[in-house]
Every structure is written in C-alpha cells, then in structure tokens.
C-alpha cells in the first residue's frame, strides 16, 4: 500500500540559510499534518490543511510558512534557520471522514541539521 | 502545560513479561484516543486507539483501557517481545472545530523487552 512520501529524508543547512520539505500524502487523502520532533521529544504539532486550505496552527515559527497544493501535496518552507530548528520533521496524512477514526499515517521524516 | 501526561519514562520487561504505559488527560473535549509506535529514525506507526464510548479494547497482544471518569487511559503488551522494543507514544485529539485531528501527544516510554 501506498505511505506517506517526504523529501528529501536528510538535510544539512547552515544558521540563516532557508530550507523546503515536501509532503505526498497517501493517495484521496484529504488532510495534511506537519510535526516538529527535536531529539528524545515528543512530536509537537505545526500546521494542518483539510482540502488545500489551512484548517489549524500549532507553535509554528513566523519564520515558517507551509502550503498545500492542487494535487494535495504540501510544502513547510522555513527560512532565517537557527540552531534550534535541528529536528525530525513529520508529515502524516488522513481522510477525513466523520463517521469513522481519522488515522493519522505519518511519513518516514526528514532530519534537519542546521550547522 | 502538557496536555497529555504520560509514565514511566522508560520500561524494562523480560520477554514474555506484560508492559503497562500509563497516559492522563486535561480537556475533556480530546474524544481521540491512539497509541503510536516508533522505531529509531522512523516515523510514529499506529498501534491502536479508542474513543471515550468503549472502556477497553483489544487487538492481538495489545490492549487499550480507558477511563472517562479519571481521564485516564493505558496501554498494556502482553507476552512482551524483544521485537516489541521501540518508543511508544500515547495521544488524544479532537473530532471537532478548527483543531480537527491534531494530535497531543504524550512524553513518549522507552520499552525495553529484553530476551
């Protein structure tokens, strides 16, 4: 079955530098989450969009911006990187569907290590 | 302010041993209730959830219960393998309003079955 597809899986940026990490959510998924897990932590959430448009924000930097595009896969672009950022960054998708539990599958990740 | 608290941090088991990860509650609206595994490098892989309706459920090995009244909900393993040994991440979401589907998640237990 198809996952969740990220890119690239590994990314190396230097203080200041900006950075794009795409998304391609399983297949008629409707729904595209963003995760920010730093080392030993627990994934905090982001920014969420149901059907292209953004449907929630978490503790998202204003120095990050996300999107989601016709074809329903996402973008998180994040500029002025900091040492902070240093993460594994997840996407997870789902199909929002009223009458039965909303699984949230989640991507393999991409580890962002800011130098 | 964690939303979702979770223990023990870390949990050593001999194979064959039950493991029990305890998770509470703050806001009464989460009505979402999974569990996720995850393996080194990896993204988080659901286990099992459960919604507030049902007091406990299984599937194979793995069993939810779930307590509406104390807020409270846990994992049990039982016949704990060492293959079983990864960190495992208790959450709660909500069905409703703008926060649809985002996952709160717990601190996370490192699960160690030893053979």
């Known amino acids: 079955a198809a996952g969740v597809i990220q890119s690239p899986r590994h990314l190396i940026k230097e203080k200041r530098e900006t950075a794009t990490l795409k998304c391609y959510p399983i297949?008629?998924?409707?729904?595209v989450y963003w995760y920010q897990q730093g080392p030993g932590q627990d994934p905090q959430f982001l920014i969420s969009?149901?059907?292209?448009?953004?449907?929630d924000k978490g503790s998202i930097p204003d120095r990050f911006s996300a999107q989601q595009f016709s074809d329903y896969h996402s973008e998180l672009n994040m500029s002025s990187l900091e040492l902070g950022d240093s993460a594994l960054y997840f996407c997870?998708?789902?199909?929002?569907?009223?009458?039965?539990?909303?699984?949230?599958?989640f991507g393999p990740g991409t580890r962002l290590t800011v130098l | 302010q964690q939303q979702v608290k979770q223990s023990p941090q870390s949990l050593i088991v001999q194979k064959g041993g039950i493991s029990i990860i305890n998770c509470a509650y703050e806001?009464?609206?989460?009505?979402?209730f999974p569990w996720y595994q995850q393996f080194p490098g990896k993204g988080p892989a659901l286990l099992i959830a459960i919604r507030p309706d049902v007091s406990e459920k299984k599937e194979g090995r793995f069993t939810i219960s779930f307590n509406k009244s104390a807020k409270q909900f846990s994992l049990h393993i039982m016949d704990s393998q060492p293959g079983d040994s990864a960190t495992y991440f208790c959450?709660?979401?909500?069905?409703?309003?703008?926060?649809?589907?985002?996952?709160?998640f717990g601190q996370g237990t490192i699960l160690t079955v030893h053979p």
């Open positions: 959450a709660a979401s909500m069905g409703g309003g703008t926060s649809y589907g985002k996952l709160t």
């Open positions: 297949p008629r998924h409707d729904t």
């Open positions: 806001n009464t609206a989460f009505d979402y």
């Open positions: 969009f149901y059907e292209k448009m953004q449907s």
């Open positions: 997870a998708s789902s199909l929002r569907d009223y009458t039965v539990e909303d699984t949230q599958y």
